[in-house]
C-alpha cells in the first residue's frame, strides 16, 4: 500500500519559472513532511520540511504549502534554475519515514 | 562538513554470491537506517538500529539479507544469495535522533546482479 502519492512523475520547467509538485497522504497519523532533493549519483539530501500545525513555509525559493484537511502537501520552486534540476522526494512520517516515488525535475536554461 | 560514508560505491555480483555493504554513519549519531532503491522510485526502509539494536526490520527480507551495527558505530549490510531482483541503489542514513529527526545520506551503493 503506498502511502505516500506524488506528482507528476517528471516536469520540465522553463529557467524563472516556477515549479510545482504535490504530494497526498493516507495515514492521519502522519505529522512531519520533508522534502528530499537528489542529484545523480548522490544520496537524497533534506531541502525543506513542515509540520501540520502551519499551512506553508518558505525558504529562499522553496516553499511548502501544506492542507491538512486534504491531506497534501506541495514543493514550489519559484525562479527555477537549471541547477535545481534533481530528483525531488516527498515523504511523511510518524516513527517511520515514508517516501513517495520522486519527481524528476528538468530546468531549461 | 561531516559525511556518511559509503563503501563500495559500485558492485556486480553473480546471482547466489554473497554480498556486503559497509556505512559509516556521521560521528553522534545514534539512529542508523539502510534503505533500498529501485531506478525510478523513493527509498524505501529495510533496517533502522538505534544505537547497535534494531528498531525496525519490518521491510527487510529476513531469508537473505542480515544487517549489523555490533558497536553501535559502522554497520554491515549482507545478501546471500543475491538475487536478480536485489539489484538497487542500497543507502545508508543516520540521524542524532529518531523519527522526525533529520536524516542525512551516504552516497549508495550501486548493486547489480547479472
Known amino acids: 500500500q503506498q502511502q505516500v502519492k506524488q506528482s507528476p512523475q517528471s516536469l520540465i520547467v522553463q529557467k524563472g519559472g516556477i515549479s510545482i509538485i504535490n504530494c497526498a497522504y493516507e495515514?492521519?497519523?502522519?505529522?512531519?513532511f520533508p522534502w528530499y532533493q537528489q542529484f545523480p549519483g548522490k544520496g537524497p539530501a533534506l531541502l525543506i520540511a513542515i509540520r501540520p500545525d502551519v499551512s506553508e513555509k518558505k525558504e529562499g525559493r522553496f516553499t511548502i504549502s501544506f492542507n491538512k484537511s486534504a491531506k497534501q502537501f506541495s514543493l514550489h520552486i519559484m525562479d527555477s534554475q537549471p541547477g535545481d534540476s534533481a530528483t525531488y522526494f516527498c515523504a511523511a512520517s510518524d516513527d517511520k519515514i515514508i517516501f513517495g516515488k520522486g519527481t524528476r525535475l528538468h530546468i531549461l536554461p | 562538513e561531516a559525511e556518511v560514508a559509503q563503501s563500495p560505491r559500485y558492485k556486480i555480483t553473480e546471482k547466489s554470491q554473497a554480498v556486503a555493504f559497509w556505512c559509516d554513519p556521521i560521528s553522534g549519531h545514534a539512529t542508523l537506517y539502510w534503505y533500498r532503491q529501485i531506478l525510478g522510485q523513493g527509498p524505501e526502509l529495510l533496517v533502522q538500529f538505534q544505537d547497535e539494536s534494531v528498531v525496525d526490520d519490518s521491510q527487510l527480507p529476513k531469508d537473505r539479507f542480515s544487517a549489523e551495527r555490533l558497536k553501535g558505530v559502522d554497520s554491515t549490510l549482507k545478501i546471500q544469495p543475491a538475487e536478480l531482483g536485489d539489484s538497487a541503489m542500497y543507502l545508508c542514513?543516520?540521524?542524532?535522533?529518531?523519527?522526525?529527526?533529520?536524516?542525512?545520506f551516504g552516497p549508495g551503493t550501486r548493486l547489480t546482479v547479472t
Open positions: 542514513a543516520s540521524s542524532f535522533l529518531a523519527g522526525k529527526d533529520e536524516q542525512y
Open positions: 495515514n492521519t497519523a502522519f505529522d512531519y
